[in-house]
């Protein structure tokens, strides 16, 4: 099983600065790696998947990049509503799995 | 525009078996190449994946494997999820999701909105 670790576990950031958020998987995932964004009440929504290739719908502000092990998703310029918790999800094998989350917090 | 709906109880005795339906609306379950999956998230915890099905074929996960059943109803387009034995930590909100991908694992597109089981006598 392929371990997904994510950091850090909160960031606090004020609107319009840029937010860097890390997932590091146990083993190679080649660029099957997606990012999802939740909010408090709502089902989990897809941003980027394959590592950078941003989900319809999803604003140019997010961005992700990475291979292998190592995967960042940025937000450019962070809106209010950004704030949410952030997951990381590999489909390189099964079973597939997700990191533990990074929760963003807009001050 | 395609969209799923969890449905099933919302409180389930412990040791008994929990049932959930997914049903699919804005397409064709049985016209898809689609692992259709489950994904769970116990109360203020993270996401786990519990598995996904794809005709017959089905993967679990390894930690839920001996306790869950994935099947398909292309005649009601709906796939459904089982699981026995449960306890109170299998209470969470239980998710049905769309791989975005065809035949393989995938990251997961179109959620359904969630349906909450606690597990409690």
């Known amino acids: 099983e392929i371990v997904l670790t994510q950091s850090p576990a909160t960031l606090s950031l004020s609107p319009g600065e840029r937010a860097t958020l890390s997932c590091r998987a146990s083993q190679s995932v080649s660029s099957y790696l997606a990012w999802y964004q939740q909010k408090p009440g709502q089902a989990p929504r897809l941003l980027i998947y394959d590592a950078s290739n941003r989900a319809t719908g999803i604003p140019a502000r997010f961005s992700g990049s990475g291979s292998g092990t190592d995967f960042t998703l940025n937000i450019s310029s962070l809106e209010p509503e950004d704030s949410a918790v952030y997951y990381c999800q590999q489909r390189s094998s099964w079973p597939l799995t997700f990191g533990g989350g990074t929760k963003v917090e807009i001050k | 525009q395609l969209q799923l709906q969890e449905s099933g109880p919302g409180l389930v005795k412990p040791s008994e078996t929990l049932s959930l339906t997914c049903t699919v609306s804005?397409?064709?379950?049985?016209?898809?190449?689609?692992?259709w999956g489950w994904i769970r998230q116990p109360p203020g915890k993270g996401l786990e994946w519990i598995g996904s099905?794809?005709?017959?074929?089905?993967q679990y996960n390894p930690s839920l494997k001996s306790r869950v059943t994935i099947s398909v109803d292309t005649s009601k387009n709906q796939f459904s999820l089982k699981l026995s034995s449960v306890t109170a930590a299998d209470t969470a909100v239980y998710y049905c999701a769309k791989p975005q991908q065809q035949l393989v694992g995938g990251s997961f597109d179109i959620w359904g909105q969630g349906t909450m089981v606690t597990v409690s006598s």
């Open positions: 804005g397409g064709s379950i049985s016209s898809s190449n689609y692992y």
């Open positions: 099905i794809y005709y017959s074929r089905s």
